[in-house]
């Protein structure tokens, strides 16, 4: 178990709609980072956040947005869902904001379905 | 051309073989690099992480990493059916819109030990 969690684990839902992912880092750690995981792209980053602050942005859709929270928990949004989107969302957190090779702790994913 | 190229396998082996799996990049800037390792539907976890060129060695874990080749490899010694997983390679640069070391991961390696 890393520490860090997400909610829900799965989600089935349809095109159009929108969905809110949910992460709670490991205890003590600022910084969030969210990953999208498909058979196609692989784990691909989206965005991070540290302490509150957007941080770094990465290959995120107009349609995705994401926010991290005073108690540093942070929700990923996803708006007017297509069947492209269906993948694993990860949500991993690590301690400082550089990543310089420290370690980033990964939950244990959101399986979204969009039918 | 991927900025990061793995073998997606699977390579299958007998239990006690030495493992070899490997990674090519063609970004020069990559100055960090890290295997995770991924079990069947669980989140990456970090097995190591390097920064130079040479080796870097963690029980049966060895990584390697050639910079004038581009090339990095994790070795396994005496392969248990427990490691049988994805093993993504891993390598980041300082990101465009900030300070932050973002990773860019391989497809993943799949690997199966068996009894």
């Known amino acids: 178990d890393s520490g860090v969690t997400q909610t829900p684990k799965h989600l089935i839902t349809a095109t159009g709609q929108r969905v809110t992912l949910r992460c709670s880092p490991r205890?003590?750690?600022?910084?969030v980072y969210w990953y999208q995981q498909s058979l196609d792209q692989g784990l691909q980053f989206l965005i991070q956040y540290y302490n509150g602050e957007e941080r770094a942005k990465g290959n995120i859709l107009e349609r995705f947005s994401a926010q991290q929270f005073p108690d540093l928990h942070s929700e990923l949004n996803l708006s007017s869902l297509e069947l492209g989107d269906s993948a694993l969302y990860f949500c991993?957190?690590?301690?400082?904001?550089?990543?310089?090779?420290?370690?980033?702790?990964f939950g244990p994913g959101t399986r979204l379905l969009v039918l | 051309q991927k900025e990061v190229e793995q073998d997606p396998g699977p390579l299958s082996v007998p239990e006690g073989a030495i493992v070899s799996l490997n990674c090519t990049y063609s970004n020069s800037a990559f100055q960090y690099f890290m295997w995770y390792r991924q079990y069947s539907r669980k989140g990456p976890e970090l097995l190591m992480y390097t920064y130079s060129s040479g080796n870097k060695e963690d029980g049966r874990f060895t990584a390697q990493v050639d910079k004038s080749s581009k090339y990095i490899s994790l070795f396994i010694r005496d392969s248990q059916p427990s490691d049988s997983a994805t093993y993504l390679c891993?390598?980041?640069?300082?990101?465009?819109?900030?300070?932050?070391?973002?990773?860019?991961f391989g497809r993943g390696t799949s690997l199966i030990v068996h009894p």
């Open positions: 891993a390598m980041s640069v300082r990101h465009a819109s900030g300070g932050s070391y973002i990773p860019t």
């Open positions: 991993a957190s690590s301690v400082a904001p550089s990543g310089r090779g420290e370690t980033q702790y």
């Open positions: 205890s003590g750690d600022l910084s």
